[in-house]
């Protein structure tokens, strides 16, 4: 067992907690409440949460190399200067679509930036999946996705794995590292109820780490085998992802969420939204940051 202690290390109470990415040059983890329109940053050695507000859902944050941070929101892929002030709109694949926004993203190794769309009323098969390079054009990568969910790579950066959290799998493409292309699936791995398939970070070894909204958990899976290995069991329903950080990278931050149920529906889970931690045995990867070339701030929003 990877587990050794759970704690609620904030008590945010967000609506949608969700794609969590660790700093660690700054020893913080950046997080989003996409239906609160809010990218929070946590400082576990003080404690402190402090709190970007937008005015439209956001469903991804990653810092930035050249400082600063780069978010997904409703219509776009935007920069964010060190003082919190959003700058320009990288990119816009989807301006044609308004009744899509972007869900969850992360950076790949190589610096570049994959994030997702989806439909806000959830319609099937309506959203894709979008890699943002340094130079920042834009390539669509994958088609008719409906919930754009969990990605991570392999520890040699040979295999991505994806989760459309409908189709309760993930699945796992070869991937080019040099190139940021994806090859033939590897491998899908169904992910059983309860609940479905959200978030997702890999560890060290290889093994994939799962939140499940609606299934009060956080699951390890061997990619390999298609076998999970053990559960962690919340006392929230909605989990929504979770990734490695601390000085070690030996601690799983989960975000979860309350969604839009009611004080009396959640009388049962007082800590719905808030902010957790796992101080493990096991070790994770890094979060990646966008590796924008000559800090140009421009970018044509097209593919």
Not at 173 to 191: D, N, P, Q, R
Not at 244 to 265: D, H, K, M, S, V
Request: proline share 6%.
């Amino acid at each position: 067992m990877g587990l050794v202690k759970l704690e609620v290390v904030l008590k945010e109470k967000a609506i949608v907690g969700e794609g969590p990415s660790w700093d660690a040059e700054n020893g913080l983890l950046n997080w989003v409440d996409i239906l609160g329109q809010k990218v929070h940053s946590f400082h576990p050695a003080s404690g402190r949460n402090d709190t970007l507000q937008f005015d439209q859902y956001v469903g991804t944050v990653v810092s930035r190399d050249c400082g600063g941070l780069v978010v997904a929101l409703q219509d776009g892929i935007y920069a964010v200067d060190e003082h919190g002030q959003l700058m320009s709109r990288l990119a816009a694949p989807e301006a044609h679509l308004p009744r899509n926004r972007f869900n969850d993203g992360k950076c790949d190794p190589a610096g570049r930036l994959w994030a997702g769309t989806m439909s806000m009323d959830q319609s099937p098969r309506a959203g894709a999946l979008y890699r943002l390079d340094p130079d920042l054009s834009i390539h669509r990568m994958l088609t008719e996705v409906t919930i754009s969910n969990g990605l991570g790579w392999s520890p040699d950066g040979s295999v991505m794995y994806f989760i459309d959290t409908p189709t309760m799998k993930v699945v796992a493409y070869e991937y080019e590292l040099l190139t940021g292309s994806l090859g033939k699936v590897v491998t899908e791995i169904v992910i059983p109820e309860p609940g479905a398939p959200d978030g997702m970070t890999v560890d060290e070894e290889g093994m994939l780490w799962i939140a499940h909204w609606g299934g009060s958990r956080v699951s390890r899976w061997n990619p390999y085998k298609g076998e999970c290995l053990e559960e962690v069991q919340l006392p929230v329903q909605l989990c929504t992802s979770c990734v490695f950080g601390g000085p070690e990278l030996n601690e799983l931050y989960i975000t979860t969420a309350r969604g839009r149920q009611t004080e009396l529906e959640l009388k049962d889970q007082p800590h719905a939204g808030n902010l957790f931690r796992l101080q493990m045995n096991v070790k994770g990867q890094p979060s990646y940051k966008f590796k924008e070339i000559n800090n140009h701030l421009g970018g044509n929003g097209n593919e």
